[in-house]
DNA sequence: TATGAATGAGCCTTCATTCAT
DNA sequence: TATGAATGAAGGCTCATTCAT
């Protein structure tokens, strides 16, 4: 490579590049920011790129400046959705040493994020839902970062004898993610506003009783 | 009036009108089920009414003698589906006096009628994901009808005393569905071919940890 | 021509067939009849034929039995209801020795069958004036006729010394047919609902005053 | 906001946009040409925008980022030509004291521009005239605005006494533009070639007959 | 003769993407 | 780097016309 252009790019998991210039980083941001908006509002294939471009407050020109076209801006939506998830995740459970405890702080804080933000959650549980092979692709690699997260938190339960070793760790995971993005989703689409919140109990009674072994005798 | 000159019509759930006409029924469910194969193929938005029509045999205007527009040819495929699905499923589950009965019954034969038809889990947990106002509209209903069958063989379980009291039924019905959802979904988007109906067994499992109640005392 | 369909035909002026069997013919008029209301109510081109079908209580098919296509449905009723105009007004000014006189019947006549019903009226003046180039040749025939009915009017006029020999009789007759062209047109555009029966003194005036020799000396 | 982004826009008298940018301007204006001539060539209904924008050397998507739609270019055609023809008329009668004299001048300078522009007489009397009550509505205003000019005419006359006051004011202006109308219409749609011009002088003998006092005496 | 289901050509319009400035 | 005007491919849908019954 020969020839390398002046400004710093930081690869991300899919191989997309970042810019590191604040400046630019700042107006990579807003267009995420206005695409996850837009999205949200139109629908992915309902949503021009032009509305992206006004809500960023940039030409609609500039956002292939950033993004090599409108699949790959949803891409990053959701990639930089579900790892500031993910590391926030990760933070909590750090020093939690009890495995059912970290799947209790991931389910409620991923509950809590979403039914905090209507948005957000549109976003992620009903416009992402799009079918594009290759957004799928693109989706994959960190869905499956949060996936393992949840998985690994099943296994570590089982080794510590607190989840019932019987169960397939693979299909907790998802118990979880699938319970979780059924309320979700529910949630997102009803027409009568409802507090999910206030579900979080219910679900977490229901998950731990499919998961953690009765310890009563 | 003896003799009706016009063609009658049945309303399906939804109030549209599915003819009679044995010969126009059989256009309508070749238009059916080459929708779905060509939804399936191309995904709803990447789907050219044409590819029906050549998929149906039939020329691109006389998908609009059987249906208003792109949007109800999904709507219906989904209803005719999704109806079948809960036909099969009530006539099972009819002789069988036990509630955790019915809804082992109910999720056998849903994962294995997706398991044992890609195409029709892909349509189903795939494409039909989509957003636009008007679809998910059409699908509520017949979806709705299905949602209620697992919600009732719970409450049922629970007067029985066969389902935890606790848990709050309408989390129990998005766990169960949420944890078929997710894993046929996952199924049908995977690379790695594997046989989802092995699977069962194990989301069996811990459907059955989550909803009994432990009668080993 | 060796071989001939059973039924007779009378051509008309454009060498089109007009049935003479009086089902046929009933059929036909009951065609032309429905096609005046559908092309009065829709416009011409926003009128499918279907809906001329559907008034003339024949099926879609069944217009093509007694017409070419469309067009040649607007022609034909255009051409019934101009003859028929022509007959009329041949029939009441035929005993007329006034050539004047013969004018304001004419003008009287004309003004009072469309300004009676708005039907005609639309479709004379506003859905008519369609430009294709085929429509424009097969108006033109019995159009000319009645130009030339009012042109020899104004002719017999000049010799008769009742009309200005001055004026070009070409000039005159679009004088006249413009003037209530544009009167009958006005108000079938019109919103405000009022009586063009009421103008057609006030026409009738001015016509007079454009064509008529002051004999006050 | 001492620097304006958007580029400025004159509303024209129907409210629409047109721009002020010259390079828009110039677009917007080789679109309006280009579609004159199309219209004028196919005929409203037969003229796919595709042949507009070739005539216009521009892409079919720029005719929308200059028109909401099709029925919008054409009303804009009428509006431009019409505006253009009040404008030079207005002109032309300012200094001019004699009220005959300025529908004489009207008279004249229509039927001249008309007469020496088939493509825009074609335009304005046969490819206009279409039904659509969109069209017609967007037309409206303008064309009331030449309506009132000459009926004004009129009135003027009849207060100064050159006009026979008996005359319905409005019945006089349709007979002008009726006249007229008619004359053009006929000359456009006329396949022998002859020259309206020398028509002129004709038309301008019977109107005067119709409206003017006769002052012999 | 009558029917009306079927055809398929054709057009308006949208919008992701490009590129001259 | 940023702009936004311009592009043009593509697709949903209509409807005049046909033809098997």
Redesign the pocket.
């Known amino acids: 490579m020969p020839y390398m252009?002046?400004?710093q790019k930081t690869e991300n998991s899919l191989g997309k590049s970042i810019?590191d210039?604040p400046?630019?980083r700042a107006?990579y941001m807003a267009i995420i920011e206005a695409a996850l908006e837009a999205f949200s509002e139109y629908g992915y294939?309902?949503?021009?790129?032009?509305?992206?471009?006004r809500k960023a407050?940039?030409?609609?020109?500039?956002?292939?400046?950033?993004?090599?076209?409108?699949?790959?801006?949803l891409i990053s939506v959701f990639q930089e959705k579900i790892n500031r998830l993910i590391t926030d995740i990760e933070k909590l459970t750090k020093d939690c040493t009890d495995s059912w405890g970290k799947i209790e702080i991931l389910v409620r804080y991923h509950m809590g994020a979403l039914g905090n933000d209507r948005v957000l959650a549109n976003f992620l549980q009903i416009q992402l839902r799009q079918s594009s092979a290759n957004i799928r692709r693109g989706i994959a690699l960190p869905l499956k970062k949060f996936y393992l997260l949840i998985e690994n938190f099943v296994i570590e339960g089982q080794k510590e004898g607190v989840i019932d070793s019987f169960i397939n760790a693979n299909i907790a995971r998802k118990l979880i993610f699938g319970t979780i993005d059924e309320v979700i989703s529910c949630w997102v689409l009803s027409r009568r506003q409802y507090d999910v919140i206030e579900r979080i109990d219910d679900v977490i009674y229901i998950l731990r009783r499919a998961l953690i072994v009765d310890t009563a005798a």
Do not use: M
């Not at 294939?45 to 471009?53: E, G, M, N, R, T």
């Not at 500039?62 to 993004?67: D, E, R, S």
């Open positions: 252009k002046t400004d810019p210039d400046r630019k107006k294939h309902d949503c021009p790129v032009s509305k992206i471009a407050n940039v030409a609609d020109g500039t956002i292939y400046l950033y993004f090599a076209n409108k699949e790959e801006v």
